[in-house]
């Protein structure tokens, strides 16, 4: 797995994908920390020696079981996380892209709790991970 998520000592590259099918987005719940239980984008860190575009399509893969396709570059969010002596626990530089599927079985595993295929109109009805909207209005932008 590489370097150790938690209290690392540099940033790690991580990268998540709007993957939708018509008007429905995928969401999967998150099974590891940070926000376990919580729910958001597939994706994850990319590993040495992989690009950018590798580590979405693998990660995806692994969390959901689906094959996908990127389409564009939607923005980048910080996401670092403090515990309560104010020390980083958790810090990523994440870059969110939209996808669309091309293959696979939908099945949820991996660090992935459960992956399930949500009405654009029913996604506040999940608590997802912070600043989920933000991507979301961003790719609602670009429709």
């Not at 540099?10 to 429905?24: E, L, N, Y």
Request: proline fraction near 6%; glycine fraction near 10%.
């Amino acid at each position: 797995m590489g370097n150790k998520a938690e209290y690392p000592v540099h940033p790690r590259p991580s990268c998540h994908a709007v993957v939708s099918d018509g008007d429905r987005v995928l969401l999967v719940q998150r099974g590891g920390e940070p926000f376990r239980g919580w729910w958001g984008l597939p994706g994850g860190a990319v590993e040495l020696g992989e690009t950018v575009a590798e580590a979405l399509r693998r990660e995806v893969r692994e969390e959901t079981g689906l094959e996908v396709e990127i389409e564009r570059f939607l923005m980048y969010k910080d996401a670092v996380n403090r515990d309560e002596t104010d020390r980083v626990r958790f810090h990523y530089v994440i870059l969110f892209f939209s996808a669309r599927p091309v293959g696979g079985t939908l099945r949820a595993s991996d660090d992935a709790a459960q992956a399930l295929w949500v009405p654009r109109h029913r996604l506040s009805d999940y608590r997802l991970v912070p600043g989920t909207e933000q991507v979301l209005a961003a790719w609602e932008a670009t429709r």
